[in-house]
């Protein structure tokens, strides 16, 4: 599965329509974006906890709120074709989604609360069934209270648990999984080792890895297993899924 990470992220700005929809033009199967709050309540799509390094402003994301957040660049600093490139709200991109896309929203943990009580977990489930878009939507966190959290609010939703070794108390993807109730494990490359690969595929528990933006490790990964890669390069790895297949 081509999963375009934060868009088509190599091509145009992270985590923006620009690169969504480039990614969609490039045959990705998913598109994996990251989400944060802010400071009045709303999903935004925006990797970084402070907006300074990838917009004209400065500052946390949950410094903002949203009309605030709107008016910021989000496209100059990777280059002046994007110029006026906005931070999309989640419901903007949910809205957008092509038919033939699914989505991955990783949750990033600063947004996620102690308690959970109207959380992150809440808003971004209600905004997910609103669009009808539950059976094409996996959702992923480092934050392992917030995976548990998806399944408890609602248990068809698919879920993805991002390898955080300091909540992982050395126990084994196939354990983590289980006990977080996780459909999918995913890892980087230098995490995942020949013995949780073994364990996964043994256990037929699928996993996928990030990010992977050259061609001979995608074909390494394509060989061992993998369900699914992250990727900057969505044209590149379909590329790569197509030469794979012929063989
Ligand atoms: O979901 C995979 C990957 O995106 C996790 O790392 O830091 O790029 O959000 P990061
Ligand atoms: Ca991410």
Redesign the pocket.
């Known amino acids: 599965m081509v999963i375009a990470?934060?868009g088509a992220s190599y091509y145009a700005p992270e985590n923006t329509m620009a690169s969504f929809r480039l990614a969609h033009s490039m045959q990705a199967d998913m598109i994996?974006l990251?989400v944060l709050l802010t400071k009045d309540g709303v999903p935004v799509v925006f990797?970084d906890t402070d907006v300074r390094k990838l917009t004209n402003g400065n500052g946390p994301v949950s410094d903002f709120r949203f009309t605030e957040l709107q008016k910021l660049d989000a496209g100059s600093r990777f280059s002046k074709t994007f110029e006026g490139e906005k931070i999309p709200a989640l419901e903007e991109v949910l809205e957008w989604l092509p038919d033939e896309m699914l989505l991955?929203i990783?949750i990033?943990p600063e947004a996620v609360s102690e308690t959970g009580k109207n959380g992150i977990e809440q808003k971004v489930i209600q905004l997910v069934d609103a669009e009808n878009l539950m059976e094409r939507v996996l959702l992923?966190s480092?934050s392992y209270i917030a995976v548990k959290r998806f399944k408890e609010i609602h248990s068809k939703l698919r879920t993805?648990l991002?390898y955080e070794k300091s909540q992982s108390a050395g126990k084994t993807p196939s354990v983590l999984m289980e006990e977080y109730r996780a459909d999918f494990f995913?890892c980087s490359s230098r995490e995942m080792s020949r013995n949780w690969q073994r364990q996964l595929l043994d256990k037929q528990l699928p996993f996928m890895i990030?990010?992977i933006n050259r061609k001979r490790s995608m074909k390494n990964w394509i060989h061992k297993g993998a369900k699914g890669l992250?990727t900057d390069k969505p044209d590149l790895l379909r590329e790569v899924y197509s030469e794979t297949s012929e063989i």
């Open positions: 990470h934060r994996e990251d990797h991955n990783e990033k992923s480092f993805g991002l995913h990030y990010t992250f």
